[in-house]
Nanobody, 117 residues
Framework: QVQLVESGGGLVQPGGSLRLSCAASGIIFKLYHMAWYRQAPGKQRELVAGITSGQNTNYADSVKGRFTISRDNAKSTVYLEMNSLKPEDTAVYYC???????????WGKGTLVTVSS
């Protein structure tokens, strides 16, 4: 059974930092492109950052320079380091694992990040 379990969300003040983690099980982690998405209230889910098995990364323009995605294949875990957080970063953050060759995609249940004073 595939599981993606996010952790690290919470309440933080504007300008603060959080580190999200997503631990994967039931997949050969190194074969999967990993990504973080977010969904704010009343908005569509959007891509925040992605990282390939070869460690290539991409970011949404709104988070470039503030967020960093990384992965540890030995621990089957992907991270999202979030700095200089803004109220507009408030959302539920979801972990995604995708392998387009195998036509497999999996989602975690999400972790809530609230940026507020």
């Amino acid at each position: 059974q595939v599981q993606l379990v996010e952790s690290g969300g919470g309440l933080v003040q504007p300008g603060g930092s959080l580190r999200l983690s997503c631990a994967a099980s039931g997949i050969i982690f190194k074969l999967y492109h990993m990504a973080w998405y977010r969904q704010a209230p009343g908005k569509q889910r959007e891509l925040v950052a992605g990282i390939t098995s070869g460690q290539n990364t991409n970011y949404a323009d709104s988070v470039k320079g503030r967020f960093t995605i990384s992965r540890d294949n030995a621990k089957s875990t992907v991270y999202l380091e979030m700095n200089s957080l803004k109220p507009e970063d408030t959302a539920v953050y979801y972990c995604n694992a995708n392998n387009s060759y195998l036509l497999r995609a999996y989602w975690g249940k999400g972790t809530l990040v609230t940026v507020s004073s």
